[in-house]
């Protein structure tokens, strides 16, 4: 039976604030050093690591490797090969299973570079693998700050690699450069203030000698942002804030990206904005998971979380911009270009965390256009022009929505979809020959309550809470939808809600996990479930694909997730045919 808790991101685990043992300096932000990291312990990697440009732009053309955290610049998640089919993956049989020595929630997407993998845990761990035995190399503990603060369990989604280097976002919201090779530290970056509620557990971007890394925190009232570090030496390039000094009250827009009304008092709203403050340096907005880069255009796409505080509206009147929003800014200066705002002036937590993916689909006239997509929380893909930013649609609802957007009462008001979603952080999937995506999706029943809440100075800052209901069921859904119609094209209901992630393959396989310690796989066209494997713990990490000596893997991390509070484990486990 599915756990129930009283508030659905059980904050109790969930959330930590390890007190401050000595005043960390805010000066150093920005600058490099390495002084007090942790050595890793192990070998070396018996071979030189190197990976390109080329071969990161060039990263969904060949079944080797899996370069980056969802396969490629464009996050398709699309693996080309297909070796493992609809007609041979009942026969997939485990090839091994590495066990790590944290036993916490697992996120992490592992990287693959010419037989070698890299795999993170919770509390940052960084391990070199054998990617066809899983004999260990090397492993890396970080040593952590004074002072963590964050959200959701003490997560880490991957490491990027470009040269010979891998990078890391840690806890304590520093930025790593570890050497492939050994694991030593080459430099550390901080990136924020962890005292004012800043941490890092998305997986970076490495581009075009840069690294790429938003921010966590959305709620405890920081100032979210994407910022760029030279991949050399971890200087600050530049900074885009998701919260800008000025225009962020919006066009105080009444409507939803659906056009549904979201019974905003505007007139106190206005009222309230009028009377200043800087409100906008508290006011949320991180960015949780691996931008998109458009390297033609130089675009970066990503999406942006939910303001602070979560449900208490009236200490942030306006749109609250760029919260809930997709946003497209330049990749050489950081500058905007433009952006979409799905949920105005939210005080339901249904932000946008879901990777944008960039792929093709067709416009309102008919004709094949370049887009950007997303999955929302809101239990809707939107699809938008990748050059404008311009809705041309958002699909069907892929799981029940009731009484949207009754506003949050003291008493509670019920509402579906819950602050988890729909689509959760949970990267999606495209098979671009089907013209179908793929989203793992939530079905949690909740109650929506709020109450004053000053800003207590980097502190949890809800403004109330969302409380899951005890008679009502909770369940997950693995939905395909056309992209091109906006059409459910297949579904899958699971016992638990879904939430990690999704691989397709040129095989027209589909992966997923569930909290329950089952991995399946699924007819992409048809939605058929074709095998599945009881992995122990629960399956709440993005599995990946890759290919040694000519045969090809599937691995997925199983460890659980402290969100949900699915049973926790410490394995990924890697699969391959007899």
Known sequence: MLKKFKTTRDWSRALVAIPALGLLSTAA???????????????????????????????????????????????????????????????????????????????????????????????????????????????YKHKMGPVTTFCCGPNNRGVAVMGDRLYMGTLDAKLLALDAKSGKVLWSTQIADPELGYSETMAPVAVNGKIL????????????????????????????????????EGVWAAKDATQRDLHRDIDAEKAQFAKGGDFYKTLGGGVWMAPAIDKETSTVFFVVGNPSPDLYGAERPGDNLYTDSIVAIDLNTGKYKWHYQYVPHDVWDLDAVSPVILTEAKGK?????????????????????RATGELIRFSEAMVPQENMWVLPTKDGARMLPGA????????????????????????????????????????????????????????????????????????????????????????????????????????????????????????????????????????????GNTQLDFKRGNSVVVFALP
């Open 29 to 139: 932000f920005g600058q490099a050093e390495v002084t007090g990291q942790a050595a890793a312990t192990g070998t070396p990697v018996p071979k030189t690591i190197s990976v390109s440009q080329s071969q990161l732009d060039a990263a969904d053309k060949e079944a080797a490797n899996f370069l980056h955290s969802n396969m490629n610049y464009a996050q398709t998640r699309f693996y080309p090969a297909t070796q493992i089919n609809t007609g041979n993956v009942g026969k997939l049989r485990p090839a091994f299973t590495f066990q790590t020595e944290v036993l916490e929630s697992m996120e992490t997407a592992p990287i693959v570079v010419d037989g070698v993998m890299f795999i993170t845990t919770s509390y940052n761990h960084v391990y070199a693998l054998d990617a066809a035995t899983g004999k260990e190399f090397w492993h």
């Open 213 to 248: 890394i938003g921010t966590n925190g959305g709620e405890y009232g920081v100032r979210g942002f994407v910022k760029a570090f030279d991949a050399n030496d971890g200087k600050l390039l530049w900074t885009f804030d998701t919260v800008p000094e000025k225009g962020h």
């Open 365 to 385: 006239d008919g004709k094949m256009r370049k887009v950007a997509i997303h999955g929302g929380k809101t239990g809707h893909i939107y699809v938008h022009d």
């Open 420 to 559: 988890n979603g729909g689509v959760e952080w949970s990267p999606m999937a495209v098979n671009p020959k089907l013209r179908l995506a793929y989203a793992a999706n939530l079905h949690q029943p909740m109650t929506y309550h709020v109450e004053e809440a000053k800003y207590p100075g980097g502190k949890l800052w809800l403004g109330g809470a969302f409380k899951v209901i005890p008679s009502e069921q909770q369940s997950g859904r693995l939905v395909a939808v056309n992209v091109d119609s906006g059409k459910v094209a297949w579904k899958f209901d699971t016992a638990q809600p879904l939430i990690g992630g999704v691989l397709a393959t040129g095989g027209n396989l589909v992966f997923n996990g569930e909290g329950n310690g089952l991995f399946r796989a699924f007819d992409a066209k048809s939605g058929k479930k074709l095998w599945e494997y009881q992995c122990g713990a629960g399956v709440n990490a993005p599995p990946v694909s890759y290919a040694v000596g000519g045969k090809q893997y599937v691995a997925v991390a199983a460890g």
